[in-house]
């Protein structure tokens, strides 16, 4: 019957940290892969995650002013001339038509920035076909849709600030009863929070600039487009709240 003989004595075999076998490297990075190697799907649960949390803040903070803004609007006050209750809501000639110019721009900034989400996953799993020697898939023209939408974002909060203008023109200031503090306070309120989306686009362009890899972009992208969508979403339910709400 054949037998094995190994080649290498017993003695001469390396054995690990207390005469036992060699253990393997453990894998490094943020769980799993090699060592040292990030792990860019961990990285973006997590981004996703912390998009939820942001998102749940945002949220109650509307349904806390929708709640103080119907409220409100049929409650009176105590009038001390005529000592009664009297309705002081009043009302505010919106500018419809500009309003209404501002949500096209949102929602076509919303398409525009799914595009640019799409194509930054595109080339996120392109990429490591790219890294195979011999293989080329030519010259990829990318359309810029992040620098179109962060362009109509800004036209959207050019358009508010115009229709603020023409509130003041037609007499209208946060002031002036407390149906227009709540006009301005809704859609100042939605203002800043775009802003804070136009500046999370703004930093997924200059991570490109600065040659970030294409993962750390695609994490940026990709979490700030959820949040445009939401932006979008609740521009139009603020737009239904003030046009129906009265």
């Known amino acids: 019957?054949?037998?094995?003989?190994?080649?290498?004595?017993?003695?001469?075999?390396?054995?690990?940290?207390?005469?036992?076998?060699?253990?393997?490297?453990?894998?490094?990075?943020?769980?799993?892969?090699?060592?040292?190697?990030?792990?860019?799907?961990?990285?973006?649960?997590r981004a996703r995650l912390g998009l939820i949390c942001a998102i749940a803040t945002v949220c109650m903070v509307f349904i806390s002013l929708t709640s103080a803004y119907v409220v409100r609007q049929g409650l009176p006050t105590f009038d001390d001339t005529s000592r009664s209750?009297?309705?002081?809501?009043?009302?505010?000639?919106?500018?419809?038509?500009?309003?209404?110019?501002?949500?096209?721009?949102?929602?076509?900034?919303?398409?525009?920035?799914?595009?640019?989400?799409?194509?930054?996953?595109?080339?996120?799993?392109?990429?490591?076909?790219?890294?195979?020697?011999?293989?080329?898939?030519?010259?990829?023209?990318?359309?810029?849709?992040?620098?179109?939408?962060?362009?109509?974002?800004?036209?959207?909060?050019?358009?508010?600030?115009?229709?603020?203008?023409?509130?003041?023109n037609g007499g209208f200031y946060i002031n002036t009863n407390p149906n227009s503090s709540f006009v301005f306070l809704l859609t100042a309120t939605h203002g800043v929070h775009l802003a804070g989306g136009i500046i999370a686009l703004l930093w997924a362009a200059i991570t490109t600039l600065l040659r970030k890899p294409l993962e750390a972009r695609r994490i940026v992208v990709d979490v700030t487009s959820w949040y445009w969508h939401f932006m979008?979403?609740?521009?139009?339910?603020?737009?239904?709240?003030?046009?129906?709400?009265?």
């Open 1 to 45: 019957m054949a037998t094995y003989t190994p080649s290498t004595p017993i003695d001469n075999v390396q054995l690990g940290r207390g005469g036992g076998p060699p253990v393997p490297p453990a894998g490094g990075g943020d769980g799993g892969g090699r060592s040292g190697s990030p792990n860019y799907g961990a990285r973006l649960r």
């Open 85 to 168: 209750y009297v309705r002081d809501w009043g009302e505010v000639h919106l500018p419809w038509m500009l309003l209404a110019v501002n949500t096209a721009l949102l929602l076509i900034s919303s398409i525009t920035m799914e595009a640019a989400r799409r194509d930054v996953t595109r080339q996120a799993a392109l990429s490591p076909v790219k890294s195979i020697p011999g293989i080329s898939l030519g010259d990829e023209r990318h359309f810029p849709w992040l620098g179109i939408t962060v362009l109509l974002g800004l036209g959207f909060l050019i358009g508010q600030w115009m229709a603020w203008g023409e509130l003041h």
């Open 232 to 246: 979008a979403f609740l521009w139009i339910y603020i737009f239904a709240l003030l046009a129906f709400a009265r």
